[in-house]
């Protein structure tokens, strides 16, 4: 099985990316961001975790986490995202490694991991692919996505890797200028390289 790293700051494309691996290559895509809501839904003990470093506070009523209000914590402070980051790496790291042992009978299988350098997540991979994008359109998808303010959305992409340290640790760049085609088109280009 071949493992496929993909990577970038929010609002780049990976998702984009994605979806065209999934429906025209038939490859399996384990979403990081996805996996991480999964096991931070009421009765998982990443949530629970997450209660005990953050307080009870950050659960709703009904023992739900309260996205929002967490999300504003660690943007806003360094050392609450840290926390947050090494719980994440611990849980989701591992559910994504169980996922992908449970593909057996999968050819390729694709990661989307914003930090896929930072969990570690890079080393079970056989190549990364990174995202990016100017900065006014990734705060513009990320405005539409989350319905947060422009200010928010720099303040999320600030406390990212930068580019151009992306670009020195993946295998392959692919620049997304916001057509579906030329994603299309590096997609091809890179796939014939590594996906046999």
């Keep these: 099985m071949k493992i496929i790293g993909i ?3 929010s609002g780049a494309g990976k998702t984009s990316v994605c979806k065209i691996l999934k429906e025209k290559y038939y490859i399996s895509i384990i979403d990081a961001d996805e996996v991480a809501r999964e096991l931070s839904k009421k009765g998982n003990p990443y949530l629970q975790e997450i209660a005990n470093k953050f307080g009870e506070e950050i659960l709703d009523e009904k023992g739900e986490l309260k996205r929002k209000e967490l999300a504003k914590l660690i943007y806003e402070q360094e050392e609450k995202r840290n926390i947050l980051n090494h719980l994440t790496f611990v849980y989701v790291v591992e559910e994504i490694k169980k ?6 009978n999968e050819k390729t299988v694709a990661i989307d991991a ?3 350098f930072e969990s570690g997540l890079d ?4 190549t990364t692919i990174g995202l990016v994008a100017r900065e006014e359109d990734k705060v513009k998808r990320i405005c539409e996505r989350d319905g ?3 200010e928010m959305a720099r303040k999320r992409l600030a406390i990212q890797m930068p580019e151009e340290e992306l670009k020195k640790r993946v295998n392959y760049v692919i620049i997304n200028d916001g057509s579906e085609l030329t994603l299309e088109k590096e997609i091809e280009t890179i796939s ?5």
């Design 114 to 116: 914003a930090l896929l």
């Design 148 to 150: 947060i303010s422009k």
């Design 7 to 9: 990577t970038g700051s």
């Design 123 to 126: 080393k079970i991979c056989d």
């Design 99 to 104: 996922r992908i042992a449970e593909l057996v």
């Design 192 to 196: 014939s390289k590594v996906i046999k």
